[in-house]
């Protein structure tokens, strides 16, 4: 069956630094989405990406965050210079057109000293 | 507004149903969904009801819609200790990115 993967599964960093978090989404999807779950908190919506563009973030997804699709497969979510308020599980999603489903993949734990 | 807000945690013994509430603000809601997320893993699909139905029925699983209310509820029948996760509620509109807004989920506890 076909997955969203994510990778790393566990990133620590140090604050300040620039990460990368990747995701390959399910292989027909078209629209693809980034989550966040601060540790004991709700999943919160971050940013949706479709024909190669933004179509919508959050007020958490400001100059720090960048999203990417550099080639047909991967979907990347950059943070530029980490806060320790990063710290965070991060979920890549993937929907396929005239489907109301997102599929979440594992989520990459990040951790933020 | 959009929020969506559930009780934090449920106890239940293995055999017994449980029932997991939610409500929710954003009355233009298109879809509403139930998740499950198992220590260390992602977020499962389990089941989704649209905002123009009442009820939904999948196996041991049935979702209520009191759209009155705002109200959205999810019964597990027969509740086994493989059940025992965290169930988020969340609710989508067809609309722009179609961006998924989730409670802080309800922590079942499935007892032998």
């Known amino acids: 069956e076909p997955e969203v993967t994510q990778t790393p599964s566990h990133q620590v960093t140090q604050m300040g630094q620039e990460v990368i978090l990747r995701c390959v989404p399910i292989s027909n999807h078209l629209y693809f989405y980034w989550y966040r779950q601060i540790l004991g908190q709700k999943v919160e919506f971050l940013v949706s990406?479709?024909?190669?563009?933004?179509?919508?973030k959050s007020e958490i997804f400001d100059d720090q965050f960048s999203v990417e699709r550099p080639d047909g497969s991967n979907f990347t979510l950059k943070i530029r210079s980490t806060k320790l308020e990063d710290s965070a599980m991060y979920f890549c999603?993937?929907?396929?057109?005239?489907?109301?489903?997102?599929?979440f993949g594992p989520g990459t734990r990040l951790t933020v000293l | 507004g959009e929020d969506v807000e559930q009780s934090l945690f449920l106890s239940v013994r293995e055999g017994d149903s449980s029932v997991i509430n939610c409500t929710y603000t954003?009355?233009?809601?298109?879809?509403l969904y139930w998740y499950k997320q198992e220590p260390g893993a992602g977020l499962q699909l389990l089941t989704y009801i649209f905002s123009n139905m009442d009820m939904k029925q999948d196996q041991r699983l049935t979702v209520l819609l009191n759209k009155k209310d705002k109200h959205l509820s999810l019964r597990i029948a027969d509740t086994q200790t493989g059940d025992s996760a965290i169930y988020f509620c969340a609710e989508a509109k067809n609309t722009g990115g179609f961006k998924t807004i989730f409670g802080a989920g309800t922590r079942l506890f499935v007892k032998a």
């Open positions: 954003d009355s233009s809601s298109t879809y």
């Open positions: 990406f479709y024909n190669n563009e933004i179509s919508e």
């Open positions: 999603a993937s929907r396929g057109g005239g489907s109301n489903e997102q599929f």
